[in-house]
């Protein structure tokens, strides 16, 4: 045992994280201060997490440069307790749905999620329109349907693999079981990787398993309805069946592409497969690189043009609006975020709170330290993990919505593998890299997930309390009027993903004079908004529309509708 001494990692590492909080505060808050959804996030988690993780990371270099040079990791390579680990990350995954986040999908992206799957449990890919509301049919489903048929159909504008695999287990079991499934196959991929990369170094096994379990992202994205859960298990199962190579390992790992690429939109896979491609080359595998390039070439030939071409043949050519799944459209559409969005120090800052502390320093010593010659020969898998990672990290597009900054989601397991490569530079005779330190961070990372846990339930709670008092209106049709709150639109929904019911649920802001009125000659209405959504806690923004104030005029000229009441829980 050796005597306490500093942690250069830990206090250089907690120095740059508040270093970089206090950038982002200056440059985000102080100079701009915007009321879009990133900058409220960052100003009630993500700054808040970094600041205590930062400091609480300082604090425990000081003492955590010194431990025991011969720690047992064996436990990193027995299969029982590593798959014990994952087994309960997983059902804190699966719980946390009803108790943290109260089995309410917050965002229009899972809302639509669980709307495939709806669809998809009753044997269809969409819902038809009734008759009766196909005028309103923008009212009820606003935003991510399918432009084919939309006349008379509500289909998703997702492809529909992460809504079937959510289809499935809602017949057999619990929806809810989808992500918890797939953290346990993508965590599992993402250990025989590891020991794959690390055959004689169990500790840094043990690293890249614990940047993954300490992530607050991974635990809490898994617990929605969310594309990204998917996307990082089968990213890691993809990696795990190219390292094994072979016919077998080679043409599994292209099938996983294409359902990778099915998923929800086909482009999301290619920024981490893309560089593999690179690597192939540089390491003259001509018939990998060969295979790989043929199977993304079928992905897009599958998800861009024949599903939409089969879409157009069941439901009927685009209506509302124009299709955009093109290869062009897609390029067009990140040009124009990254012009209009790219904020770095603010988009990171929430990747960065919502997991360990210590993964960003350790990728970057893994990437800084990497074997050159070796890489640029094809001959270190740190090289496209680190391409893809890094690449994507560097776009820093807005994501609206996310637990953790979910656009890097897919690159958790990457940062993880870089994180362990990292930690090998490290541990050298002499060195500081100990158990104590990965101990202290680990504790930093409980501390500073506790918090942004109950942050998110604090935030989530209110909308989900809100969506309850919406269904339980005696009334036939609910307008939702937004004006004033953060994404009150996104309530206009139905009960689990099924667009009809009653009360039918409609967003003010799609509705015109002529429409209002064939619902109050017809139907009891009742109103959701600020009086109510308020005083729920629902997050305020000072907006305002004067088209559906002048809705709102008219309604109360004519005596339509009753204001619903808060629910105060």
Known sequence: MTGSRP?????????????????????????????????????????????????????????????????????????????????????LAWSGNYWLLEGYALSRDEQVAKFGAAAMEQGWLGWQIPRQWVEYRRAIMPEFFSPFGADHVWSSAYLPLNSAFRAFWGLVADEALAGPVLLVAGLTALWRVALRLFPDRPDAVAVTLLMALCSTQLLVTGMTPYAMTAHFALNMVWLALVLRGGAWGHGAAGL????????????????????????????????????????????????????????????????DIRPSAGVADKVDSLF????????????????????????????????????????????HVALPLAMGAFGMAALAMDQGYGWGYRYLHAFLGSFALLAGYGWTKLRRPGGEARSPLLAASVVVALLTGSFLMARAHHYVVPYAAAHRLILSADADVVLVDPRG????????RGREGVPVGRPMVMALGQLDEELVDHLCDRYSIAIFDSSAFLPMGLSAVPWDSEPIADLRAHMEKRGCGRTLAPALE
């Open 336 to 379: 124009d975020r990254l012009i209009a969005r790219w904020h770095p120090l603010l988009h990171l800052s929430r990747f960065l709170a919502w997991n360990n502390l210590l993964l960003v320093p350790l990728a970057l010593v893994g990437l800084g330290r990497m074997d050159w010659r070796r890489a640029l020969r094809g001959e």
């Open 256 to 319: 996983v592409a294409l359902i990778l690429a099915g998923l929800h939109q086909y482009h999301y896979p290619f920024p981490f497969l893309l560089p593999f491609l690179f690597w192939f080359a540089l390491g003259r595998r001509w018939g990998a690189l060969a295979f790989h390039a043929g199977v993304l070439g079928l992905a897009i030939l599958i998800w861009a043009k024949l599903w939409p071409s089969m879409l157009a043949d069941l439901f009927g050519p685009p209506a």
């Open 485 to 492: 709150g953060r994404f009150v639109t996104d309530l206009a």
């Open 7 to 91: 942690s250069w990692l830990l206090l250089i590492s907690g120095a740059l994280i508040l270093l970089w909080a206090g950038l982002a505060w200056v440059a985000e808050i102080l100079l701009r201060d915007g009321q879009a959804i990133a900058y409220y996030l960052f100003r009630t988690q993500d700054v808040q997490a970094l600041l205590m993780g930062g400091g609480a990371l300082m604090l425990a270099g000081l003492f955590a440069g010194g431990g025991r040079t011969g720690t047992n990791w064996r436990w990193a390579r027995d299969g029982r307790m590593v798959g014990a680990l994952i087994l309960l990350f997983a059902l």
